[in-house]
């Protein structure tokens, strides 16, 4: 049986504290981003392996009612997809939606799977594979090809930080979206791994600086974390500042693979990451929750308090 599908307009009970999580079910790798006033959120399905062969998005109007919108991208729409459908990044550029997704886990050259770009014409997808094959399909500078987030420069430039296995590559984005190409050095991979990072890239930029985040630590474990590096260019260098999101024994363990929103005031900011329930130890029951993100005056990043009430009621018009 299908699950119910709500308009937002049509949510019973709508509420005006998220909670955490903010929405049921097991689901990690939150990519969260802002389409045309309304909060999105894209996770991985946080099932065995072999059963990761769908995606499903939530949107919102407030970040407190959230809608489901199952099954956006599956393997219908991508060839190569044989498992671990991983780590969204989604963004809206040239009229259209492009979603790049991990798949396939693989471990060595000989292997097909990697990042893959799908594309659609709204939001909710159905999202296609658009090349048949991964984008980023091997192994470079040891980074597992995992993880991807993609990021636009202030003066229009699309790049991609992605990799897993401790290693983290940055590579350019063609103006289509769908290819890489090279470096004004002619080279196509830039090795910019921080101390400690494990994988989970993700990038903001704020008041000229450049904030490279990432996870450390085993994501099936209660250590799983989230640590930060500022940086004057989209290529670093990233010297780690500190952690800004972890373990709190009286809400959550294992809290990390992040991504950051910024609500309509100048300086209002959620981070948007997964976390284990306490006393749980199933690697994948992870549950996608949010909190507020405050910088200090410096420009530093405040460690993140984790919370079960989440976040309070905020539209974006
Ligand atoms: O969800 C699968 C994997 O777990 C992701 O690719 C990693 O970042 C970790 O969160």
């Known amino acids: 049986m299908s699950e119910p599908f709500y308009k937002y307009s049509e949510l019973p009970n709508k509420k005006e504290e998220s909670g955490n999580p903010i929405f049921?079910?097991?689901?990690?790798?939150?990519?969260?981003?802002?389409?045309?006033?309304?909060?999105?959120?894209y996770p991985t399905s946080s099932?065995?392996?072999?059963?990761?062969l769908y995606m499903d998005a939530f949107s919102s109007e407030d970040l407190v009612n959230w809608e489901k919108h199952p099954k956006v991208l599956s393997i219908e729409n991508i060839?190569?997809?044989?498992?671990?459908?991983?780590?969204?990044?989604?963004?809206e550029a040239n009229g259209k939606y492009?979603?790049?997704?991990?798949?396939?886990?693989?471990?060595?050259?000989?292997?097909?799977?990697?990042?893959?770009?799908?594309?659609?014409?709204?939001?909710?997808?159905?999202?296609?594979?658009?090349?048949?094959?991964?984008?980023?399909?091997?192994?470079?500078n040891g980074a597992q090809p995992i993880d991807q987030f993609v990021f636009k420069d202030d003066d229009g430039q699309y790049y991609m930080y992605y990799g897993g296995w401790g290693h983290c590559n940055i590579v350019k984005m063609g103006t289509d979206l769908i290819s890489i190409v090279p470096f004004?050095?002619?080279?196509?991979?830039?090795?910019?791994?921080?101390?400690?990072?494990?994988?989970?890239?993700?990038?903001?930029?704020?008041?000229g600086k450049y904030?490279?985040?990432?996870?450390?630590?085993?994501w099936n474990g209660p250590d799983y974390s989230v640590a930060y590096a500022i940086a004057d260019s989209p290529f670093g260098p990233f010297r780690r500042m500190g952690q800004i999101l972890k373990q709190d024994k009286n809400i959550a363990t294992g809290a990390g693979h992040h991504s950051i929103i910024k609500?309509?005031?100048?300086?209002?900011?959620?981070?948007?990451?997964?976390?284990?329930?306490?006393?749980?130890?199933?690697?994948?029951?992870?549950?996608t929750c949010i909190d507020r993100m405050y910088f200090s005056q410096d420009g530093s990043i405040l460690p993140v308090e984790m919370t079960n009430t989440g976040v309070k009621a905020a539209s974006l018009r």
């Open 184 to 207: 004004e050095d002619g080279t196509m991979y830039k090795e910019v791994t921080p101390e400690n990072y494990v994988e989970g890239p993700f990038m903001l930029k704020r008041n």
């Open 98 to 140: 492009y979603f790049y997704f991990g798949a396939n886990d693989i471990k060595n050259n000989e292997e097909i799977g990697g990042i893959g770009v799908a594309v659609a014409d709204t939001p909710i997808g159905p999202f296609k594979d658009v090349l048949g094959k991964p984008l980023i399909g091997k192994i470079v």
């Open 79 to 91: 060839s190569w997809l044989r498992k671990a459908l991983w780590a969204p990044a989604v963004i």
């Open 263 to 287: 609500g309509l005031d100048k300086d209002e900011w959620y981070i948007v990451y997964h976390r284990h329930p306490l006393g749980d130890t199933d690697g994948n029951h992870r549950v």
């Open 47 to 52: 099932l065995p392996f072999e059963q990761q």
């Open 24 to 41: 049921s079910g097991w689901y990690a790798d939150p990519e969260a981003v802002v389409f045309d006033n309304k909060y999105w959120i």
């Open 211 to 218: 904030y490279f985040m990432w996870s450390e630590g085993d």
